[in-house]
């Protein structure tokens, strides 16, 4: 399988809610994904999985407007939701289904954000790795050849 990663930086804010130690206090992570993209069919007439500015502009113009120097907040933490939303701030907090763990960051991003910005676009991302910090990451990962994640992609 061809591939081609695109490394995207930004910073960001969160609590795990309900975690046993330190990480249920706010706090905030200079993060790092790896987008690894597939061609759907094949090379472009150029010899290319996608350009790699394409995964810029897309996926990382998209974490740029909603994650980059955002908090990050699990719909359920209602308290924090509050005090957060009082405080000024240049940018609405993002709300999240889940806890926003690295995991839970990673998989939301291949799932939900992937498809919607990259579709059309003769790629597949099949796999997601978030670095939380310079010694801790996640990955996610799928199979790009699955029919349901085929059609995601408009495929």
Same mark, same amino acid.
């Given at each position: 399988?061809?591939?081609?990663?695109?490394?995207?930086?930004?910073?960001?804010?969160?609590?795990?809610?309900?975690?046993?130690? *330190?990480? $249920?206090?706010? @706090?905030? @992570?200079?993060?790092?994904?790896?987008?690894? $993209?597939?061609? /759907?069919?094949?090379?472009?007439?150029?010899?290319? #999985? &996608?350009?790699? !500015?394409?995964? *810029?502009?897309?996926?990382?113009?998209? #974490?740029?407007?909603?994650?980059? @120097?955002?908090?990050?907040?699990?719909?359920?933490?209602?308290?924090?939701?509050?005090?957060?939303?009082? +405080?000024?701030?240049?940018?609405?907090?993002?709300?999240?289904?889940?806890?926003?763990? +690295?995991?839970?960051? +990673?998989?939301?991003?291949?799932?939900? /954000?992937?498809?919607?910005?990259?579709?059309?676009?003769?790629? &597949?991302?099949?796999?997601?790795?978030?670095?939380?910090?310079?010694?801790?990451? +996640?990955?996610?990962?799928?199979?790009? !050849?699955?029919?349901?994640?085929?059609?995601?992609?408009? $495929?």
């Amino acid at each position: 399988m061809q591939t081609c990663v695109r490394k995207i930086h930004f910073c960001y804010g969160h609590r795990v809610k309900n975690h046993e130690s *330190k990480c $249920a206090t706010l @706090h905030g @992570h200079n993060g790092v994904i790896w987008v690894h $993209a597939t061609p /759907i069919e094949g090379l472009d007439k150029l010899g290319r #999985v &996608i350009d790699f !500015s394409v995964l *810029k502009d897309k996926v990382g113009g998209w #974490v740029d407007q909603y994650w980059d @120097h955002t908090m990050i907040l699990f719909e359920q933490d209602t308290e924090t939701l509050e005090l957060v939303k009082k +405080a000024p701030s240049f940018k609405e907090v993002f709300i999240l289904p889940k806890n926003p763990t +690295a995991e839970n960051l +990673a998989e939301y991003l291949l799932k939900e /954000i992937c498809p919607k910005v990259l579709s059309g676009s003769g790629v &597949i991302v099949h796999k997601i790795v978030f670095w939380e910090t310079e010694n801790c990451y +996640a990955e996610q990962s799928l199979d790009p !050849s699955s029919p349901e994640i085929r059609s995601l992609y408009g $495929a």
